[in-house]
T-cell receptor, first 111, second 114 residues
Framework: SQKIEQNSEALNIQEGKTATLTCNYT??????LQWYRQDPGRGPVFLLL?????KEKRKERLKVTFDTTLKQSLFHITASQPADSATYLC??????????FGSGTKLNVKP | DTGVSQNPRHKITKRGQNVTFRCDPI?????LYWYRQTLGQGPEFLTY????????KSRLLSDRFSAERPKGSFSTLEIQRTEQGDSAMYLC????????????FGPGTRLTVT
């Protein structure tokens, strides 16, 4: 079965810096890889999707990369703000009927 | 508000009781998913509906769990003979056919089994 690894340790950064979160997967590459944000007590919120044949995707201060050789996706938040503090989940799509999520990485942005 | 809604938001029940949760997806979304999430973990897939058809069900789901989406609109998730290990947040998500397959999640139902 597929294994999805995200750093379980919280990432603490200073406001204004770039946050970089990592998602590693095993076995074969997914057709798509999604990133979600989750705040405490709430459901996840979709942020970005990157396709297997795309190297990079951007949306405002967010950037996602996808390296199928390394079996890794990186999620970047530039000019981070305290409001970006949340848990970020990656979700590789192998089967459109069934989604797998990583355990998430908690980001703390300090003012 | 036209987002995904879930009811109830919180449920406390005694071990052995049956519970039922309801999910109302975004109206034009054909796809509906149920997940379970425990503290410190990501959402764990339970089952998937496309319209009224249940097309996928996790092997982790025991016979005590059942889900329905009778008219392809709202869905219910029932847990029979609840156990303490069933305590978790139960999330529902809907998604339109095609596009980026992004899922829109509801606020979840937090179940506590005492």
């Amino acid at each position: 079965s597929q294994k999805i690894e995200q750093n379980s340790e919280a990432l603490n950064i200073q406001e204004g810096k770039t946050a970089t979160l990592t998602c590693n997967y095993t076995n074969y590459s997914p057709a798509y890889l999604q990133w979600y944000r989750q705040d405490p007590g709430r459901g996840p919120v979709f942020l970005l999707l990157i396709r297997e044949n795309e190297k990079e995707k951007r949306k405002e201060r967010l950037k996602v990369t996808f390296d199928t050789t390394l079996k890794q996706s990186l999620f970047h938040i530039t000019a981070s703000q305290p409001a970006d503090s949340a848990t970020y989940l990656c979700a590789p799509l192998y089967n459109f009927n069934k989604f797998y999520f990583g355990s998430g990485t908690k980001l703390n942005v300090k003012p | 508000d036209t987002g995904v809604s879930q009811n109830p938001r919180h449920k406390i029940t005694k071990r052995g009781q049956n519970v039922t949760f309801r999910c109302d997806p975004i109206s034009e979304h054909n796809r509906l998913y149920w997940y379970r999430q425990t503290l410190g973990q990501g959402p764990e897939f339970l089952t998937y509906f496309q319209n009224e058809a249940q097309l996928e069900k996790s092997r982790l789901l025991s016979d005590r769990f059942s889900a329905e989406r009778p008219k392809g609109s709202f869905s219910t998730l029932e847990i029979q003979r609840t156990e303490q290990g069933d305590s978790a947040m139960y999330l529902c998500a809907s998604s339109p056919i095609g596009g980026s397959y992004e899922q829109y999640f509801g606020p979840g139902t937090r179940l506590t089994v005492t």
